[in-house]
């Protein structure tokens, strides 16, 4: 049986789900989405990914259709409708049909509002207990002037670059630099290392994007005890560091122990990584002071 989509007002099944080749978001990547996992009935910070929704639409002047504690409900309901309580949820707003293959966004009326819910799982177990070998790409990060990396937008283009980049260097990540070679992140997640103690990770003015599991993370390390620092991060940071890791709502907490061929601590997901990792799974399941607690 294939699952329920919630389109614009109505739930249909995902082979009944279509959408117009004449929708600004298929011709011209004019969209919005946000990537949302569910654990056990708990939709992990839902409000926050509503929210960065909605800051993403207001920067491209996209009209939502619904109101945040509307789409709070739609995505519970979709999770219903299809019997889920652990899943990936994706929120999708196009700026809709309009003017045939004219960019004129404003002859765009009827936006388009998806809701897919689907069972889920990020990479394999076995990258979870033996970390992940990531390279720097040639492509760098959007710059901030340009297309700010705040906009979750449906070109996703510069990060499809450096995954092609990644994938033929036969890694399973890579990790860009900004036009002033930094470290902004990587195909689809934050970076943070650990060094003498305490966690670093770039700041957002660096080209990173605002996870939303990055600030869970820096939360939980806070309430552990650690210290957290956001300050430019160079390659040189990367390749000395105690440990390396990698968060995102798909990947969650995930450790680097190798980096353009410079082993990163003893060459296994560090102490304090894994520790984390454990932790967040209680903290994901809205059991956020037991997580800190035990």
Do not use: W
């Not at 990055?214 to 160079?234: C, D, I, W």
């Amino acid at each position: 049986m294939s699952n329920y989509i919630f389109m614009n007002d109505e739930y249909v099944r995902e082979e009944d789900a279509k959408v117009s080749i004449y929708d600004h978001g298929f011709l011209f990547g004019d969209g919005v989405f946000e990537g949302i996992r569910a654990y056990n009935g708990n939709v992990f910070r839902l409000k926050e990914h509503i929210d960065r929704l909605f800051d993403s639409a207001k920067s491209l002047l996209m009209p939502v259709p619904y109101t945040a504690e509307e789409i709070e409900k739609i995505v519970e309901e979709t999770l219903k409708k299809n019997n889920l309580e652990t899943a990936y949820i994706r929120i999708i707003l196009t700026r809709g049909e309009g003017g045939g293959f004219s960019l004129d966004p404003f002859i765009c009326k009827s936006p388009q509002f998806i809701v897919i819910t689907v069972p889920f799982e990020a990479f394999s177990e076995r990258f979870y207990r033996s970390g992940i070998e990531i390279i720097t790409v040639p492509t760098r990060r959007n710059r901030s002037d340009v297309l700010s990396p705040q906009v979750k937008s449906l070109n996703y283009l510069n990060n499809i670059m450096v995954k092609i980049e990644a994938i033929t260097a036969g890694v399973q990540d890579g990790l860009m630099l900004n036009t002033e070679g930094y470290v902004a992140e990587g195909t689809t997640q934050n970076i943070f290392y650990l060094k003498k103690g305490v966690f670093y990770t770039p700041p957002c003015s660096q080209g990173a994007l605002e996870g939303i599991t990055r600030n869970a993370v820096m939360e939980l390390a806070h309430k552990l005890g650690f210290q957290v620092v956001e300050r430019s991060v160079t390659r040189h940071d990367i390749y000395t560091a105690d440990e390396v890791f990698m968060t995102g709502t798909a990947a969650e907490i995930i450790a680097v122990v190798k980096v353009d061929g410079r082993v990163i601590g003893d060459g296994k997901p560090g102490v304090q990584t894994k520790q984390l990792y454990e932790k967040y799974k209680l903290f994901v399941l809205g059991n956020e002071i037991e997580a800190v607690v035990n």
